[in-house]
């Protein structure tokens, strides 16, 4: 049964990672997104969260993604005198996302969702091994 626990825990930290990618995914989509009038906000990053709940069938803490918060940076001011989203001055807000972030947050989230899957796949293995001995 701890094999099976295991392999739980495991598929809700790839649920958890699968849900940070999708954010991720929507901030680099956006992340030329500016204000299209003067004074407004362009899109503003979003910070996964997760959370830990007990998960009363497996008697296991497990994760799960909270939800998302906006990110409080200061937006990029860009000159673009001709854009409808500009000022007075010709400065136009753009989001407060780094593409470089996201791209390097990306990749943690996919080694960290890999693991989980090898974790799983490990579980299995030895749950097939334990019942080929059985068999014997």
């Known amino acids: 049964m701890d094999l099976v626990k295991s392999m739980m825990i495991a598929a809700s930290g790839m649920r958890a990672q699968s849900g940070r990618m999708r954010v991720l995914a929507e901030n680099i989509a956006n992340s030329q997104s500016a204000a299209t009038t003067p004074g407004a906000e362009p899109y503003r990053r979003q910070i996964v969260t997760f959370e ?9 803490r497990v ?6 918060v906006a990110d409080k940076s200061d937006f990029e ?8 989203g500009a000022d007075d001055n010709g400065y136009v807000q753009m989001p407060n996302v780094n593409g470089l972030v996201e791209s390097m947050d990306m990749k943690e989230a996919q080694r960290s969702y890999e693991a ?10 030895m749950m097939s091994q334990t019942l080929e001995l059985l068999r014997r």
Do not use: C, F, T
């Not at 994760?63 to 998302?68: E, F």
């Not at 989980?116 to 293995?125: E, G, H, K, T, Y």
């Open 77 to 84: 001011l860009k000159y673009m005198p001709g854009h409808p």
């Open 52 to 60: 830990s709940e007990l998960d009363r069938e497996l008697n296991a």
């Open 63 to 68: 994760v799960k993604v909270g939800k998302p």
């Open 116 to 125: 989980n899957l090898n974790m799983i796949q490990a579980s299995r293995r």
